[in-house]
């Protein structure tokens, strides 16, 4: 349910019929809209009296939310969702570029690829520690040892580090991470997205291969409804009738989710297309439809990377794409200031 308030609606009144919805056992969330304040409330609010709380003088409107993602829903919070990670933010209209190798291999792979990528102005550093990997023959990721080598080449260059959490019982190993991904192969294990909801370190979901966009905003919410606000969706292609490409990327969640919901949406064009020779054209498409960011594989070796080589680009690539993916986000910022 979400209460539209007044605008400068009595401060004391305000603080009181949030109480009494507490005491029903609801959750509020409170939220600044373009003009007034919202008040999204979440939990069982079938046996609440609509009439009795539109008629209260600080209410100009109560609405009933169909769908089944509350917190993540716009109608609850219509400003974007803005998550802060050390000294870059996500979302609100700032381009994020989160760029590395599929898998860390060695120390100096990492710094390498980390400082080169920061060089051409990448905000994000990714590398996976734990990798889910479709055979239990191929290389499974550095564990623990590959988390130091992130926290060391973020020590070297500043970058936060984004890496995929496979299981809880990793929690531990992630005290120092910045932002948590889960993979697409993890996005329905609601154990796991129940433990992400209980801390506060940002969470990255990626779209199952074959969720549907309600599915996706309800993993958010499984997050979300313990606690962490802090989440941010990633785009990486979904399973379709097509084989030439590694999955189908759907660029329609971009306007589709930016109405659906406030949180940052993210594209991964590499995992989408498995062929670096597509990453550009996509990575460039997901700016133009109003992507808050990119998550792209840059490998120093490529044709020698033990993970996704024929998918990462080259540091030199990747430079030339990242000064393309500014300029076209700048134009796009300056038209949407025009409009
Ligand atoms: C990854 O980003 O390393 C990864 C495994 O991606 P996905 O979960 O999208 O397959
Ligand atoms: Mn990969």
Redesign the pocket.
């Known amino acids: 349910m979400v209460v539209l308030l007044k605008q400068n609606p009595d401060r004391e009144q305000v603080e009181s019929l949030i109480s009494w919805l507490q005491d029903k056992n609801l959750q509020v969330h409170r939220s600044e809209g373009a003009s007034r304040q919202i008040l999204g409330i979440v939990g069982d609010s079938s046996r609440l009296d609509i009439d009795l709380i539109a008629a209260l003088d600080i209410v100009e409107d109560v609405k009933r939310v169909q769908e089944p993602y509350k917190s993540a829903n716009r109608k609850f919070h219509p400003e974007d969702t803005v998550i802060k990670v050390r000294d870059t933010q996500i979302g609100g209209g700032t381009l994020t570029m989160m760029a590395g190798p599929?898998s860390v291999e060695t120390e100096d792979q990492i710094i390498g690829v980390a400082k080169a990528v920061k060089a051409s102005g990448a905000t994000v550093l990714r590398g996976?520690a734990f990798k889910?990997r479709t055979s239990p023959y191929s290389f499974q990721g550095l564990g623990a040892e590959g988390i130091e080598l992130l926290k060391l080449a973020r020590k070297e260059t500043g970058l936060p580090i984004v890496t995929?959490i496979m299981d809880a019982s990793q929690l531990p190993l992630f005290d120092d991470i910045d932002i948590i991904?889960v993979?697409?192969?993890n996005m329905q294990n609601f154990n796991l997205l129940k433990i992400l909801g209980a801390q506060d370190k940002p969470v990255m979901i990626?779209r199952g291969m074959s969720s549907t966009y309600e599915e996706w905003l309800m993993s958010a919410e499984y997050v979300m409804a313990n606690g962490n606000q802090n989440v941010i969706l990633c785009e990486?292609g979904i399973r379709t009738f097509e084989t030439y490409t590694r999955n189908t990327l759907d660029l329609a969640a971009i306007p589709v989710l930016k109405s659906l919901t406030h949180l940052p949406i993210i594209i991964?064009p590499s995992?989408a297309t498995g062929k670096s020779s597509l990453v550009a054209p996509l990575a460039m498409g997901a700016v133009a439809t109003g992507a808050d960011g990119l998550i792209i594989e840059v490998h120093n070796d490529p044709a020698h990377a033990w993970c996704d080589g024929p998918q990462s680009l080259k540091p030199e690539a990747f430079d030339a794409l990242a000064k393309k993916l500014i300029a076209l986000h700048g134009f796009m910022k300056t038209e949407e200031a025009a409009s």
């Open positions: 599929c996976g889910p995929e991904q993979g697409a192969r990626k990486r991964d995992h």
